[in-house]
């Protein structure tokens, strides 16, 4: 049997933009014909990995995995809905989450050299990563995380598998699972009104002078009327001043309910999926007319 050299494996790599071990393997059967193993390999995973690297990935799965006072939040994306029901992909966003946890990566690409081996693909998650793309025919993106180790207690929620809170807590596992799915429900953007970005207060500040101004209001008043809009808003965003989801009354604010179970929350992470990246909008009967025209020019 013919050798198998990195070498080999480089370049059919570079040729079919196949996983590693998936060209090695695929070198071996073909006892080191290169066009051989390309073939195996056209069969097996088609030219889908290579193909499907440059489009946008703006669905996906928020998986989440705690040990103990260790656990992380996971974002990978995938380009449909349908895909980020496959099981799959399913297993492959929990494992990340699992080695997240045990091996603490320092940042997402550090993610891709974890040991990791599914459905045939590995020994890392880069290279199962590459895998499923040709096996399923999506492109995949590990895109952020969020790992929590400082020894405090956790709670996870998860909404589906499209919205994700971990929160950070002292108390009662309850009261902080009911806090993870108000945060989901309500979608706060800091702890407490101090700790709201300024940029957001900023905006927020401009909006409220602009309607100020045109109001016609004395200036005296015209600044009351500002204050009282910034504060609303801080109310609105921060969790602590939130009315709790499940409040009987309709009042009782999330410190008072975090009170009355003798909780407190330090803090908490939450991941939407998909947030912030631009999706593509399909016209499909511009497609249609494209092809028909290009159809019409090879004719």
Sequence with gaps: MAAITASMVAELRAKTDAPMMECKKALTEAEGNMDKAEEILRVKLGNKAGKAASRVTAEGVISSFIDGTTGALVEINCE??????????????????????????????????????????????????????????????????????????????????????????????????????????????????ADVPAELVAKERSVAEA??????????????????????????????????????????????YLKSANTTVKGFTMFVVGEGIEKKVDDFAAEVAAQVAAATQGA
């Design 80 to 193: 449909t809905d349908f895909v980020s029901k496959n099981d799959l992909f399913l297993a492959f966003c929990n494992q990340v989450a699992e080695l997240v946890v045990k091996h603490n990566p320092a940042d997402v690409a550090a993610i891709g050299e974890l040991p990791l081996t599914l459905e045939s693909f590995g020994p890392t998650v880069e290279e199962v990563r590459k895998g499923l793309i040709g096996k399923i025919g999506e492109n995949m993106a590990i895109r952020r995380f969020k790992r929590y180790a400082d020894g405090g207690q956790l709670a996870a929620y998860l909404h589906g598998v499209r919205i994700g809170v971990m929160v950070e807590f002292d108390g009662e596992l309850t009261a902080a699972k009911d806090t993870a799915m108000h945060i989901a429900a309500m979608k706060p953007v800091s702890l407490s009104s």
């Design 211 to 256: 309607k100020a101004a045109e109001s016609g209001k004395p200036a005296e008043i015209a600044a009351k009327m500002i204050e009282g809009s910034i504060q609303k808003y801080l109310k609105e965003v921060s969790l602590l001043d939130q009315v709790f989801v499940k409040a009987a009354d309709g009042k009782q604010t999330v410190a008072a």
